[in-house]
């Protein structure tokens, strides 16, 4: 007679281990793949794909072959050249994309299309200011440089041909200034010339120093001293007043930016003010109003700064 296969409760912790010890290896199998994934992720992004890159090569006879994916390196070079060629003003497009599809209207679309051209033309202001000042520091780096070259004897004409190289406060007209100095011709006018561009105004006060040291036979390196410390201190004066007006720019963007602040606090809170302010005859009241309150707002902090620098310079 065959002997009991056993109790009930012992045939009943046989299967559990069965299952128990299938369960354990199907949870091994996933994590072992899991592993190799991204292991597998891993050496493909990285920098390891050295060996992997030489038997490629090998294996085509020397030609060049595809390297696979990028890696994190390239990748980040990549993002970088298009970010370089990407102006700050598109941004303001990206971002009326995102609020379109946040809040499902075209509105924000042409808003983001309307800022593109305010954002450029702020851009191409800062670029000029910055310009103008490193033109303006290059001209007062100029005069120190001829007054010490004159002071060690050299020549005017020779002494500024030396200097300008050196300094480039002479910017775009350098070439006509230099071509004056070289053979003979009316430095002075060319400077005065030269003076015309923007952050170069300097330069008239080097003409007038030329101009007299030549005709009255006035020393040309005291009076360059004077000019440089003259512009020094207006340099000076300037940052001091930009310092002093850093806090008044700042109000000005805090201000600008508390609308925003706003409707993040609104979506946080469960209000959907996307939905309000673009889907709604009230709310599209209120955003046409705080638009506009908003715009005379940044034109008068604005107006101010400008007419404080505006005074400074008078």
């Known amino acids: 007679m065959a002997a009991p296969a056993g109790t009930a409760p012992e045939r ?64 980040a070079r990549a993002w970088g050249r298009t970010r370089g060629r990407l102006r700050a003003e598109w941004w303001s497009l990206a971002a009326g994309l995102v609020l379109a599809v946040l809040g499902a209207s075209l509105l924000p ?68 200034v230099l071509a004056a100095a070289r053979f003979g011709g009316d430095v002075p006018e060319a400077l005065a010339e030269a003076a015309r561009q923007p952050g170069a105004e300097g330069l008239r006060g080097l003409a007038a120093c030329w101009r007299v040291a030549v005709d009255q036979g006035a020393g040309l390196a005291a009076g360059l001293d004077r000019l440089e410390a003259a512009l020094r201190a207006e340099r000076d004066q300037r940052a001091d007043l930009r310092a002093q007006l850093a806090g008044a720019r700042a109000t000005a963007v805090l201000l600008a930016g508390l609308p925003v602040v706003g409707l993040a606090l609104g979506a946080a809170l469960g209000a959907d003010p996307l939905h309000i302010l673009l889907h709604t005859p009230s709310g599209l009241a209120c955003l046409a109003a705080g638009g506009v309150l908003e715009g005379l707002g940044l034109w008068w902090a604005l107006r101010i700064v400008r007419s404080a620098e505006g005074e400074a310079a008078a």
């Open 109 to 176: 679309v042409v808003a983001g299309a309307a800022g593109v051209p305010l954002l450029r033309r702020v851009r191409r202001a800062a670029g000029r200011r910055h310009a103008r000042e490193g033109r303006g520091d290059a001209v007062i780096v100029l005069c120190g440089a001829l007054a010490g070259e004159v002071r060690a004897g050299r020549q005017p004409a020779e002494a500024l041909l030396s200097a300008a190289r050196d300094s480039g406060g002479l910017g775009d007209m350098q070439a006509t």
């Open 12 to 75: 009943v912790r046989r299967r559990t281990g069965r299952g128990r010890r299938g369960v354990n290896g199907t949870t091994e199998v996933s994590t072992g793949a899991a592993v190799a994934c991204l292991g597998t992720a891993a050496w493909l992004l990285g920098g390891g794909r050295a060996g992997a890159g030489r038997a490629r090569l090998l294996l085509a006879g020397g030609e060049a072959v595809d390297g696979g994916p990028p890696g994190w390196p390239r990748m």
